[in-house]
């Protein structure tokens, strides 16, 4: 079992930069891929990006490449979103997620997800 709690989510400017962090625990967690989803108010699900169990691989969407950096500290069983130029349609539920395999979290089928952190990027 893995257990997956975001932070760091608020209220910011259009243009500004926010940092979020998932900790994650259970044995293995830091063997697994882990990345982000999100969710805005009426849109379905988005894959946002994802990192290998070495961080050594990262992949993301690409409305976020550029704006968007994921990283992880297996030492500390974290892994990090920095978003950058937030934009208004940034706005969402940051859900973080872990499993084993890259492809079935691709498709959003990740067998473990936190509870979400709202992130609001205003005008």
């Known amino acids: 079992q893995v257990q997956l709690v975001e932070s760091g989510g608020g209220l910011v400017q259009a243009g500004g930069s926010l940092r979020v962090s998932c900790a994650a625990s259970g044995r293995t967690a830091n063997t697994y891929v882990m990345g982000w989803f999100r969710q805005a108010p009426g849109k379905d699900r988005e894959f946002v990006t994802a990192i290998n169990w070495s961080g050594g691989i990262t992949y993301y969407a690409d409305s976020m490449k550029g704006r968007f950096t994921i990283s992880r500290d297996n030492a500390k069983n974290t892994v990090y979103l920095q978003m950058n130029s937030l934009k208004p349609e940034d706005t969402a539920v940051y859900y973080c997620?872990?499993?084993?395999?890259?492809?079935?979290?691709?498709?959003?089928?990740?067998?473990?997800w936190g509870q979400g952190t709202q992130v609001t990027v205003s005008s």
């Open positions: 997620v872990a499993d084993a395999q890259f492809h079935t979290l691709r498709t959003g089928l990740a067998d473990y």
